[in-house]
């Protein structure tokens, strides 16, 4: 260990070579030696002075555990990547549109287009069948959907699913997928959801309680606005929203909603319940299915409110595992 710190930047001196002749101990050198020792001298200075030499630094970081400290988490797409990387930045971005605005698609040569609107929008379905296995494109998709709704990766797709994508603007901006099942069960309707329209029927109106202060001839009046408790008020959805209780019973069903997406950009458009449409018109020959003849697979808070308006009750069907 050094004593000193500045011992660590004073010049180490080297032993002189005895064939130079340009060395200490030598009485009489020769002119190269001199030339030499003159050229040293006005590179480095005389014997003693500091000599200045570059040195390359690198700049450490401590992880003590701060959020984000390497990774940023982007808070509309859910994706981590590193503030600053050109690479990253441009995953990112990508990543980002694809999924608030919809995966780029140009098309397919051969298209399966099984309904048009009039905007110029089109549904079309791909199969293990007609994807070729499932095409890079719908696995751009798949994947966009898994991380969103939660599933495994590689575990949303199968041989016997159906895939319909709705198409608009070059972009693919909704998802249905669908397979076969044989059985479902009833959703059991809450008693909170079956009479949530008589809850609180005044709860935007405002109870106004008037006091008057009376001190001699003075009178001082107060006027008190007392709002409804916004904990009360949402009883309902504080509940556990996602909770969904089933008829142990299973009944004949024939066609399952694996997964429903649509971008966040085109929520609230009916693409949705417009997919649902066509699913249910192409899953089986020879007729339109009936709501009980379609399942959804355990929705999430706003599934279960989509499948609710779509169906038009509380009491839809819901398929696990073991009704395929």
Known sequence: MQPKISAFFKRQETAPDPNSGGGEGHGQGSGGGAAAEKKRKSKGGGRGELVSKKRS??????????????????????????????????????????????????????????????????????????????????????????????????????KLCKVYLYISGQRIVG????????????????????????????????RK???????????????????????????????????????KEAVPALCGFRAIWVVPSRRRKRIGSKLMDVARKTFCEGGTLGISQFAFSPPTSSGKALACRYCKTSAFLVYKDMDV
């Open 57 to 158: 630094y690198a700049q450490f970081h401590l992880e003590l555990g701060q959020p984000d400290f390497v990774l940023h988490t982007c808070s509309v797409c859910g994706m981590m990547y590193a503030r600053g990387n050109d690479d990253d930045e441009k995953v990112h971005k990508a990543y980002h549109k694809s999924y608030f605005e919809g995966v780029p698609f140009k098309g397919w040569r051969n298209e399966t287009v099984i309904a048009r609107s009039e905007g110029g929008d089109r549904v079309i379905l791909a199969t293990d069948e007609n994807s070729h296995m499932w095409n890079s494109k719908v696995k751009e998709v798949i994947t966009v959907v898994e991380k969103e709704l939660g599933f495994a990766e590689g575990k949303l797709l199968h």
């Open 175 to 206: 998802c249905l997928v669908t397979e076969p099942i044989k059985t479902a069960h009833r959703v059991i309707p809450s008693s909170k959801e079956e009479s949530h329209g008589d809850l609180l029927p005044n709860n935007n109106e405002s």
């Open 209 to 247: 309680t008037d006091h008057t202060l009376e001190f001699g001839k003075i009178s001082f009046k107060r006027e008190i606005i007392r709002r409804n408790n916004p904990l009360v008020e949402n009883k309902g959805e504080c509940q556990d929203p996602g909770a969904i209780i089933c008829d």
